[in-house]
């Protein structure tokens, strides 16, 4: 079974959400990033850039298949992590660490209680994850 | 195509035992990866990779009219081929389109095998058989689709030659580049060919389907010292597109001429007629529209097959095949552009999610290749 951090809220689309504070850390999940392969290709979106829930920020890219990412909630982007442009292996190796994509400032607070929790999250998985 | 109407190689179990990821390739259920595509390719360059290339077909013809035949429905020259020789072919349709990529194997004086591609098997059947019935002096050709009952592994790397030396039962560096002989690997009757589509030196072996499991198990036992590791299709791909080398359905296809694809070398008109020679020549004589070419993405961006190639704003091409390259560290394409536009060093541009990336043409393969020379 793919590695579910407890503290983290997830979406349908495999991404993790972190709350900091008055941010939101996103990246994609373990799973995420196994069923897609060796990441070569990492698109985020620039700092500023205004977010809409489960809509498309960015894109994944393995040797064999193109990912859109979504937004686990509204919101302006706040920080990204730059390290993937030259190093997108890292979102393998590191999923829930070195591997995350964007910092956002989150726009509304309900939005975080329609994320899935870690136990919901596992159980989408155990159904197929899609 | 559901997973239960999928072939399988008689290598299927060893796959899924190994923990591959299978996925449908051409009608067949097929590794595309073990542990990694990069990692996998990496071996390849570095050591020693197996490929299972069962799924592949077969195709013997035998006969005082053989040559003939294969004369009329090939467009390389099949007399100058001799006997433990390979040549590289094209099937080609009347108008010069391409029906399929193949190897031509002379067995023996009066035989020819012939390897196609897994996808195209019933097509060409069809094609072989149809296209020689009616010609007058290649009735004496008997054909034999040898496609279910044959295994293929592919050996290929710098180590391979120490790996199938290691199991064969004579002299494999004395087999030279697209040659062939027949040999025993391990007690399995194998024919031994020096041919691969990696870049990189090895062998493609063809045993009886009932006995390439055994082939399989003791290559990856004889070669666990060598560092040898089964290779899925993932890295197939990234390691002959670092080489330019075509793949049907991508780069080539029924649509695509074969001198648009850069595979003039392949076409000899003065051997006599054959199908698709004479539009064929009328391409040459006019010279091609637009060239396969090999692009190098100057801003980071990932090009895939079917992305629009563009020069200021206009579109100019089409790419067919596209990737990160592991050895050249790099984001690599192949793609057909106007011929104007097919010199080293032209810039253009791919568009990607509506927008325009900047790459460049240059020099192929991407990746030098180490195939043995003679």
New interface residues.
Partial sequence: MANVPRDLKYTREHEWAKPESDRVRVGITAYAQEQL??V??V?LPKVGAKLTAAKNFG?V????A?SDLFAPVSGEVAEVNGEL?QKP?TVNQDPYGKGWMIVVKPSSKAEWDQLLTAQQYEEYLAQGGH | MSATTLKRTPLHQAHVKAGA?MVPFGGWDMP??YT????EHRTVRSAVGLFDVSHMGEFEVEGPGALAALQHLTTNDVAALQVGQIQYSLLCYPNGTIVDDLTVYRVSDDRYMLTVNAGNIDKDWAHVTQSTEHARDVKDARWRNASEGTGLIAVQGPKAEALVGRLADRDVTAIGYYRFARGTLSDVPTLISRTGYTGEDGFELYAPADRTERLWTELVSAGRADGVAPIGL?AR??LRLEMKYVLYGNDIDETTNALEAGLGWVVKPAKGDFIGREALEKVRAAGVQRKLIGLEMTE???A?HGYPVQKDGRAVGIVTSG??GPSVDK?IAMAYVETALAGIGTELAVEI?GQAKAARVVKTPFHPSRVKKA
């Fill in positions: 392969g060796d070569v290709f698109e894109v890219e393995s040797v064999k193109v442009t292996e | 990821r595309v990866q990694g595509i990069v990692e993932g791909d990234t980071r961006a990932v895939r990737s990160y984001y999610r």
